[in-house]
C-alpha cells in the first residue's frame, strides 16, 4: 500500500468520525504493518479542513515522514499497535455516553444484545493514572494503562476501552474498523446509561447469550451477513 | 400481489426504519399471506444499499426462495406469522429508549394517552431464555419466548414487545404499520423512562382513560381521523 | 379577517409544530372572535399533507362550517375559548419533555429564568379525570379540568398547562404565539428535569427573580426587544 | 479596527451561537478596546434576521452609537469588560446543560480531561442574587455576582461561569473564541450531568491529570496544535 493511498484511507476515516458527530476531539490513525507507518490526524486540524496532504505520517518510534504535526495523541497509538498485534486501527473519541462512563470510572458491562454483538464481555475501564505517569511520558502511560486493562483478553474480541476520566479508544482491522467500532460503542453505552438507570442493579446477560450474539457475527461459526 | 410488489413494500418499510433514525441494526418483513411467502431484509446489507432483487423472500418454512440471504432473525419472524395471524407485518429494532427498557427487563407501564392511543395496555416484556433456549434454535425460540409474553392478547391491541436483553419487535397490518408501531413504541418507552425517572412510584393511567384513547382510534367506535 | 385567511394562519402554525418536531400527535387552533369561527388541524391528517383548503373551521357551538373532519380534541380548544376570553390561538402537542412531567402528574416550578421569561410562576397540571370524565363527554372534561387547574391566574401570564397523564397545551393571542410558547415550554421542560435529577431538593426561584424577568419581557415596564 | 468591521464580526458569532443550536435566547458581544467600544446582539431580534447595520455599538458607558437597541443584557457585559481586562468576547447562552447545572445551583467539577482541556478547574457557580439586586439594576448586579465568584481566578484559565437560576457567560479573547468556549462548556456540562447520574459521589480529576491537559493546550509548554 502506498504512503498516499494510507494517508487517504484515514482521511477518510477521520472525516467519518465528523460526519457521525461522534467527537469534536478525536482522531483516528491505521498502520501500514508491511512498510512500519502509521498515518494519523494531524494536531488541532478541524475534521472539515483535514486534507490528504496534511495527514501526518510517522515511523513506529514516533519520526515524522510526512504531513503535519501528528495528533498530541501519537505516542499512545504507537505503542498500541506495538503491544496488540492484531489490530491495525485505532480511533480515539470523547464520544457523550462512552466518556460518561469513563469519567465515571465504570467498565461498561454488557446488559444487551447489542453490546454481544460487538463486544465478547465488559468494555474495561483503566484505572486512574499516578501523579507521575501524568508526566512528560503521559500519553505513552495512558497506552501502558489500556494495555494493563486489557490483559488476558484478546483485542479484537473486546476493540475498545475506557480510559478513567478521558474517554474511549476503540481500534479494528482497519482505520475504517475502528470507526465502526467507536461508534457502536457509543450507542452501547448509551444504552448501558439508560438502563442502570431504570434498574441500578441490573445483571449482565447469560453467558450463553453473550455467546450466541458474538458468534453468530464473528469467527468460524459466524452466519450473520452474505457469506 | 406480485412477489416483486412484495418486495418492493418491503424495501420501502426497511428504508423507512433507516431513516427515521430507529435502528442500525433492525430488520422489517411482511407476509403475502395467500401465496404463503414472507419478504424480509437481507442479512447484513445497509438500509442504504438495499435494492428491491435483493430483498428475500422466503417460504413460511424458510426456504429461500429469491433475493439475498435473510437476516438472521428470519426464523423469529416466521414464528410469530405462524402464531400471530391477524399480523401481516413485523419490525425488529435496536431503538434506543425502548430497547434500555428491554435490558432493564421491565414491561413499559401505561402512563399516559400517547400510549394508549396505540398499545392497549403495557407492553410486555419476555422472560430471559434459559442457555438451552440460546443453542441452535435461538431464533425460533425467541419467538417462543414472545408467544408466551403475549398469552391472553390480541396481538394487534397490543402490537409489540421487547425482548429481555435485546430489543423490541413490533407488528401490524403491514411491513408500514409495523414500523409505524415501532416508532410509536420507541416514543412511548422514552416517555416513560423520563416519568419513571420524575416518580419512581407513579401509578398507570386509570382503565377508564387508557379505554378512552384506544377506543377513540381503534375499532368500531372510533372517531379519529378522515372516516 | 377572512375564513381562508384564518385557514392559512392555522395551516402555518400546525407546518410550524410539525417542523420544529414538537410534536407528531399535535394539532392548533386560531379564533376569530368578530366572526365567531374556530380554524383548527383536521384529525389525523400528517403535518405535510395539510392544505389550506383542508383545515377545519367550526363554530363555537363545534358545527363544521367548512374544511375536513376536525381534531378529536375540538371540543377541549372551543371550551377553552369560552372561558379564556383574553386568548386567541391555541396548541395542543406530545412534546416529550413537558409530556413526561403530565404524566408524573408534577406540575413545572419555576427553577430559573427561561422559565420566569415566559410564565409567570408554575405551569400548573390538572388533576387526574374521574371515570365518569372520561365517558361520551372526555374531551370537554378535559377543558374543565384545565379551567380548574388555572383558577385565579391569568390565562396570559401562565400561557400552558399539563394535563395530567396526556400531555401540554398552550396558548396566546394567535396560533403562532400558542406554538412559540409550546416550544417555550418544551425547553423549560427539559431544563427543569435535568435540574431535578441533579437536586431533588432544589428551590423554586426568589419572587423578585421571576418577577423581573416576566416583567423585562412583559406589560408597561417591559424593556426587552426593539420598543 | 472599523466599527463595521467590529460588527461583522459580532454578527458572525452570534450566527454561529445560532447554528450551533447552544440557545435561542443567547447574545455575543466583542469590544475594540483601542475604541472604547462595543458591539452586541440586538435585543429580540432572532438569530436568523440579523444584518450587519443592525448589530448594536455601544460605548463602555452603554451609550448607544450605532445600530438597533442593544441587548437587555448589555450592562451584564459591559461590567465583565471593566472588570476582566484580559477578554475582548462575551458569548452568553441559555444552552440546555450548562443552564441545568446553573438551575441547581452546583459548580460543574472537573471529570474529565476534555473539561480540563478548556477550563483549568471547576466552572464556578455565582450566589443567588438579593432582592433588593433584581431591582433596577439587574443587569450590572448580575455581572457584580460574577465578578464575585471569578475572585482569585484568572478569566482566561477558567473562560466560563454559571449564573445561579438563570445560565452561563463564556468569554475569550474574541467573539468567536467566547463561542467556542460556550459550546465547550455546554459538552463538559453534559458529560458531567451523566457522570453523576452514573456515581453522584464521583471524585474530581486528580490535580496532575487537569494540570497535564490544561498546559497541553494553553501557555508558553504547550504542545497541541501546528505550532
Redesign the interface.
Known amino acids: 500500500m502506498s504512503t498516499r493511498s494510507l494517508q487517504e484511507r484515514v482521511l477518510a476515516a477521520n472525516a467519518a468520525l465528523g460526519a457521525r458527530a461522534l467527537s469534536?476531539?478525536g482522531n483516528v490513525s491505521e498502520i501500514d504493518r508491511d512498510a512500519g507507518v502509521v498515518a494519523i490526524k494531524?494536531?488541532?486540524?478541524p475534521y472539515e479542513e483535514l486534507r490528504v496532504d496534511g495527514i501526518s505520517v510517522v515511523s513506529l518510534d514516533g519520526e515524522r515522514l510526512a504531513g503535519?504535526?501528528p495528533s498530541?495523541d501519537t505516542p499512545t497509538h504507537l505503542e498500541l499497535y506495538r503491544a496488540f498485534t492484531t489490530i491495525d486501527g485505532i480511533a480515539h473519541t470523547?464520544s457523550?455516553?462512552a466518556?460518561?462512563?469513563?469519567?465515571?470510572?465504570?467498565p461498561i458491562p454488557c446488559?444487551?444484545?447489542?453490546h454481544a454483538?460487538y463486544f465478547n464481555g465488559p468494555v474495561p475501564c483503566t484505572r486512574?493514572?499516578t501523579?507521575d505517569e501524568?508526566?512528560d511520558e503521559?500519553e505513552r502511560m495512558t497506552a501502558a494503562a489500556i494495555i494493563e486493562a486489557l490483559e488476558g483478553l484478546e483485542p479484537l474480541e473486546v476493540p475498545a476501552v475506557l480510559v478513567a476520566?478521558?474517554?474511549p479508544f476503540a481500534w479494528g482491522a482497519s482505520a475504517a474498523a475502528a470507526v465502526e467500532h467507536a461508534a457502536a460503542l457509543e450507542?452501547v453505552a448509551?444504552?448501558?446509561?439508560?438502563?442502570?438507570?431504570?434498574?441500578a442493579a441490573?445483571d449482565a446477560?447469560?453467558?450463553?447469550?453473550l455467546?450466541?450474539h458474538f458468534r453468530?457475527k464473528h469467527g468460524a461459526a459466524a452466519?450473520?451477513?452474505?457469506?
Open positions: 469534536t476531539f494531524p494536531s488541532g486540524v503535519l504535526v498530541s470523547h457523550t455516553y466518556t460518561s462512563w469513563a469519567q465515571a470510572r465504570r446488559l444487551g444484545t447489542t454483538d486512574t493514572l501523579d501524568c508526566g503521559y476520566s478521558h474517554g450507542e448509551h444504552l448501558a446509561y439508560n438502563t442502570v438507570v431504570l434498574d441490573v446477560v447469560p453467558a450463553a447469550l455467546e450466541r453468530r452466519y450473520y451477513g452474505q457469506r
